[in-house]
């Protein structure tokens, strides 16, 4: 599925990397330990978290993640803002919690 | 309940296997006393998130609480770094905790927004190479 | 929905308080941050974790949350657990992610946990 169907279908606010949103989403991994995402997540994933720290950047990018789900209508620094767009990271926010969209895109993916 | 019922915790830098305790205590106190559950949740809440501050960031620290008819005062007081922008740390997501504490589940940068949120008056006060001391009051009606 | 019935579509196991698992369930939070979980509303809830560390009990007590689960076969150590007994906070343990495991809750109709 493309990263713009999700966008789409659970109205997610798309903050940087905007010409990122035809790339493919090969599935999804939830966490806030960095160093779980840079152990369990996968090439493609679209990350789920309420983790806002500088270094979501780093490990997306490392990680060639599709995009990161900030949830919970988390503020989210503008230093943060800066080093994903230049990184060309999508970052989407929602005011959903983690479950929700969890479950949102668990039927959308596997239902 | 006539007179105020007080309590004393020392809390020592980095001891993660302790956290809680005076939270904890704090608690059972006010469910004897027959407080509302939401308002103890709150408390327990807010004295739970500056005791890990404590634990966190300060080489040591002490925190009391006073327990009256009408309110619960919780008192901390730490030997720490002290907080250079009480505006900036006040901000949610805001933090400068390590990573290492992040991989342990903290360091989100809601702590303080967190105990500010829960509690009805709330007044912190630090000094950059000494310490910081927070004070929280939660009315019981 | 009760906690059995958490434990059957997550095919975990229950490996401490295992009494009581008629308890009702009423939302879930998915969470390793721990101070999201004392911000959001979350009693009776179910916490969803791949924090396996003392204070996520202590973090439990304190937030009202009912029951405990550790994703990807993540086993918390003999402390953890004897703390959860003593609180009296079942702890289950799946396979499954943290992703997986959110996604077969919520589609067996259990809803987030209210923030605000």
């Known amino acids: 599925m493309k990263l713009s169907s999700i966008v789409e279908s659970i109205s997610l606010e798309v903050k940087t990397g905007k010409n990122n949103l035809q790339n493919d989403v090969t599935g999804v991994y939830i966490s806030d330990l960095l160093s779980d995402v840079m152990a369990n997540s996968k090439e493609g994933n679209i990350w789920i978290t309420l983790q806002t720290h500088l270094n979501i950047v780093a490990v997306a990018g490392l990680k060639n993640l599709s995009g990161i789900i900030i949830v919970g209508n988390r503020q989210i620094q503008q230093d943060v803002l800066q080093k994903a767009e230049s990184e060309k990271i999508t970052v989407m926010s929602t005011p959903l919690p983690a479950f929700e969209v969890a479950g949102k895109l668990y039927q959308l993916l596997n239902g | 309940m006539d007179e105020t019922i007080e309590g004393s915790f020392q809390i020592i830098g980095g001891n993660f296997a302790n956290a809680g305790e005076a939270s904890m205590q704090l608690k059972s106190k006010l469910v004897e006393l027959g407080i509302d559950e939401a308002i103890i949740r709150r408390a327990a809440i807010a004295t739970f998130e500056a005791e890990m501050n404590v634990i966190i960031y300060a080489a040591a620290g002490r925190l009391q609480y006073y327990i009256t008819p009408h309110e619960v005062t919780i008192k901390i007081d730490d030997m720490g770094p002290g907080i250079e922008n009480i505006e900036l740390a006040m901000q949610e997501g805001y933090s400068t905790a390590p990573d290492w504490v992040r991989e342990m589940g903290w360091g989100a940068g809601m702590g303080l927004p967190n105990m500010k949120k829960n509690s009805d008056e709330f007044k912190i006060d630090s000094v950059v190479g000494e310490g910081t001391t927070v004070k929280m009051i939660i009315h019981f009606s | ?116």
């Open chain 3, 1 to 116: 929905m009760t906690l059995k019935d958490v434990a059957e579509i997550l095919e975990a196991d229950v490996i401490a308080d295992a009494d009581d698992l008629n308890i009702t369930i009423k939302n879930a939070c998915s969470a390793d941050m721990m101070s999201a979980v004392l911000y959001y509303h979350t009693p009776d809830s179910l916490l969803i974790t791949g924090l396996t560390q003392p204070h996520v009990i202590r973090t439990a007590e304190i937030a009202g949350i009912k029951s405990i689960v550790f994703v990807l076969d993540k086993k918390p150590g003999d402390d953890i657990i004897a703390l959860a007994r003593q609180k009296k906070i079942p702890i289950l343990c799946t396979r499954f992610c943290m992703y997986t495991a959110s996604g077969k809750l919520y589609a067996a109709g259990l809803p987030g946990c209210l923030f605000k």
